[in-house]
Protein backbone atom coordinates (compact mmCIF):
# COMPACT_ATOMS: atom_id res chain seq x y z
CA UNK A 1 0.00 0.00 0.00
CA UNK A 2 1.00 3.32 -0.92
CA UNK A 3 -0.27 5.24 2.13
CA UNK A 4 -3.53 5.04 4.55
CA UNK A 5 -5.01 7.54 1.76
CA UNK A 6 -5.48 4.88 -0.60
CA UNK A 7 -5.46 2.03 2.59
CA UNK A 8 -8.97 3.40 3.24
CA UNK A 9 -9.99 3.50 -0.25
CA UNK A 10 -9.75 7.83 -1.06
CA UNK A 11 -7.65 8.27 -3.93
CA UNK A 12 -5.06 9.87 -3.51
CA UNK A 13 -5.35 13.81 -5.27
CA UNK A 14 -3.61 13.88 -8.92
CA UNK A 15 -2.25 16.96 -10.51
CA UNK A 16 -2.02 16.59 -14.57
CA UNK A 17 1.04 17.62 -16.01
CA UNK A 18 1.16 19.00 -19.32
CA UNK A 19 4.35 17.43 -21.61
CA UNK A 20 4.56 18.71 -25.06
CA UNK A 21 7.18 18.82 -27.44
CA UNK A 22 6.96 22.71 -28.55
CA UNK A 23 9.03 25.98 -29.88
CA UNK A 24 8.30 28.43 -28.25
CA UNK A 25 9.83 32.27 -28.60
CA UNK A 26 9.97 35.09 -26.62
CA UNK A 27 13.02 37.09 -24.52
CA UNK A 28 15.14 35.44 -22.04
CA UNK A 29 15.28 36.96 -18.48
CA UNK A 30 18.55 34.91 -16.73
CA UNK A 31 18.41 33.78 -13.32
CA UNK A 32 21.68 31.78 -13.00
CA UNK A 33 24.54 31.92 -15.88
CA UNK A 34 28.64 30.71 -15.53
CA UNK A 35 31.77 31.57 -17.45
CA UNK A 36 29.90 29.60 -20.58
CA UNK A 37 26.99 31.75 -20.62
CA UNK A 38 23.21 31.34 -19.59
CA UNK A 39 22.09 27.96 -17.66
CA UNK A 40 18.81 29.02 -16.28
CA UNK A 41 16.38 31.36 -17.39
CA UNK A 42 13.13 32.54 -17.68
CA UNK A 43 11.12 32.92 -21.71
CA UNK A 44 9.00 35.69 -21.04
CA UNK A 45 6.46 37.23 -23.71
CA UNK A 46 8.10 40.66 -24.50
CA UNK A 47 11.25 42.71 -23.94
CA UNK A 48 11.65 44.02 -20.47
CA UNK A 49 9.07 41.71 -18.73
CA UNK A 50 9.52 40.79 -14.93
CA UNK A 51 12.20 43.31 -14.91
CA UNK A 52 9.17 46.00 -14.20
CA UNK A 53 6.48 45.46 -12.23
CA UNK A 54 3.86 43.89 -11.84
CA UNK A 55 5.73 40.65 -14.20
CA UNK A 56 3.72 38.81 -16.38
CA UNK A 57 1.01 35.90 -15.05
CA UNK A 58 2.62 32.74 -14.37
CA UNK A 59 0.93 30.94 -17.48
CA UNK A 60 2.72 33.19 -19.66
CA UNK A 61 6.34 32.99 -18.26
CA UNK A 62 8.47 29.06 -18.90
CA UNK A 63 11.56 28.12 -16.47
CA UNK A 64 13.95 26.91 -19.16
CA UNK A 65 17.05 24.71 -18.48
CA UNK A 66 19.14 24.86 -21.57
CA UNK A 67 20.90 21.36 -22.63
CA UNK A 68 23.83 24.00 -23.74
CA UNK A 69 24.85 27.25 -21.74
CA UNK A 70 23.18 29.90 -23.93
CA UNK A 71 26.10 33.04 -24.62
CA UNK A 72 25.26 35.94 -23.07
CA UNK A 73 24.77 37.77 -26.12
CA UNK A 74 21.14 36.46 -26.57
CA UNK A 75 19.94 38.12 -23.05
CA UNK A 76 17.74 40.82 -24.63
CA UNK A 77 17.19 39.12 -28.14
CA UNK A 78 14.09 37.08 -29.18
CA UNK A 79 14.87 33.31 -29.03
CA UNK A 80 13.54 30.25 -30.12
CA UNK A 81 13.09 27.47 -27.49
CA UNK A 82 12.55 23.63 -27.99
CA UNK A 83 11.64 21.09 -25.76
CA UNK A 84 9.28 19.67 -23.78
CA UNK A 85 7.10 21.54 -21.99
CA UNK A 86 5.80 20.60 -18.66
CA UNK A 87 3.32 22.41 -15.93
CA UNK A 88 5.63 22.80 -12.74
CA UNK A 89 5.01 26.21 -10.81
CA UNK A 90 8.21 27.98 -9.55
CA UNK A 91 8.82 31.33 -7.13
CA UNK A 92 11.49 33.11 -8.38
CA UNK A 93 12.64 36.85 -8.01
CA UNK A 94 11.49 37.67 -11.32
CA UNK A 95 8.00 36.33 -10.72
CA UNK A 96 6.16 33.25 -10.50
CA UNK A 97 6.39 30.62 -13.28
CA UNK A 98 4.07 28.37 -14.48
CA UNK A 99 5.63 26.05 -16.69
CA UNK A 100 9.26 24.39 -17.33
CA UNK A 101 11.88 22.87 -20.11
CA UNK A 102 14.35 20.74 -20.02
CA UNK A 103 17.82 20.41 -21.86
CA UNK A 104 16.01 22.56 -24.06
CA UNK A 105 17.86 23.66 -27.26
CA UNK A 106 18.08 27.50 -27.12
CA UNK A 107 18.76 29.61 -30.81
CA UNK A 108 18.23 33.23 -32.02
CA UNK A 109 14.88 33.92 -33.64
CA UNK A 110 14.49 33.75 -36.95
CA UNK A 111 11.35 34.18 -38.88
Not at 43 to 52: D, Q, R, T
Not at 88 to 109: F, L, M, S
Request: hydrophobic share 40%.
Amino acid sequence: MRSSAVSRGTPRPSVPRASARVRLAGFLVMLEGTSRGVTEFLLVPYFGACIHVPPPPANQIVHVFPREPVPDSLAGEAIWVTGALTTAQAHTRHGVVGYRIDAAQVEKYRR
